[in-house]
């Protein structure tokens, strides 16, 4: 009884929270532009950070952080498990994301991730890539970097699946070192393992599966920042290098016991 009562209050403070945050980011949108566009991006980038550590908070995440993120402007890469993974990463990044196009018809994320100045992409149309190349170089500045999933699909956590190197041009081509990011999830309950209530993947349905989610006491994430970025003007060797960083630095989603 107490899992649902839990969930039930963290599941109306999460819908309450990130309207706010979204409603703050959209008046900020509309009004900081007449005095600069960097107060605006600035706005923005506190305004998140914001949300997303009172957020771990409120779905007991537990954030352990190996490394050193990095400043502004900047490309970095990681694996992807959930949509969890946007959390502890918007702690700690000023950074918009790059995401799937799908997001985009969701009830409430859709116009909210809209909002938040998230880059959507139809990655079944190659000629979206081109498009897509082209607002990364409009938005990294020296208030905010980009971050991609280059997997293109969240994972079970089993292994870090082929980084897509086409993505890649963008830094390959203006010779952009890109920095990466491994992230990882344990949960204390063996009945309700990270790699089934954590990750995200496969035919899983959001609302069940962020149930679910909720309902855990606590549960624990570990990101590792790269040591250095990775160079290269050859977007398949850049995606072959930055796969074989993050996958050393991976960590397979195991069930260990989380401080409470």
Not at 159 to 174: C, D, M
Not at 180 to 186: D, G, Q, S, V
Not at 202 to 217: A, I, Q, S, V
Request: charged residues 20%; proline residues 6%; hydrophobic residues 45%.
């Amino acid at each position: 009884m107490i899992k649902y009562i839990r969930a039930s209050i963290r599941l109306v403070l999460f819908f309450a929270v990130s309207l706010m945050t979204v409603l703050l980011v959209a008046a900020g949108n509309i009004l900081l532009p007449f005095i600069s566009r960097n107060w605006a991006v600035r706005w923005k980038n506190n305004i998140i950070k914001r949300w997303a550590w009172i957020t771990g908070y409120l779905i007991g995440l537990n954030l352990t952080v190996n490394g050193s993120p990095p400043n502004p402007p900047f490309f970095l890469v990681s694996n992807h498990l959930s949509y969890v993974d946007v959390i502890p990463l918007w702690r700690y990044l000023n950074a918009t994301f790059i995401a799937k196009s799908e997001i985009k018809s969701w009830p409430f994320f859709g116009w909210g991730t809209k909002v938040l100045g998230v880059l959507f992409i139809d990655r079944e149309l190659k000629r979206d890539v081109k498009r897509m190349n082209s607002q990364i170089s409009d938005v990294i500045s020296k208030q905010q970097g980009v971050l991609l999933f280059p997997e293109g699909t969240s994972t079970k956590g089993a292994a870090v699946n082929t980084f897509n190197a086409s993505l890649l041009q963008y830094p390959a081509k203006v010779k952009m070192p890109v920095h990466y990011a491994t992230i990882t999830y344990k949960t204390s309950n063996p009945a309700k393992p990270a790699s089934l209530n954590v990750c995200w993947w496969g035919d899983m349905e959001f609302l069940p599966h962020f149930w679910e989610l909720l309902k855990l006491k606590s549960f624990k994430a570990t990101i590792t920042f790269g040591r250095q970025p990775i160079s290269s003007t050859d977007r398949k060797k850049l995606a072959e290098d930055l796969k074989q960083e993050v996958s050393r630095n991976f960590s397979p989603v195991t069930i260990e016991e989380v401080p409470q």
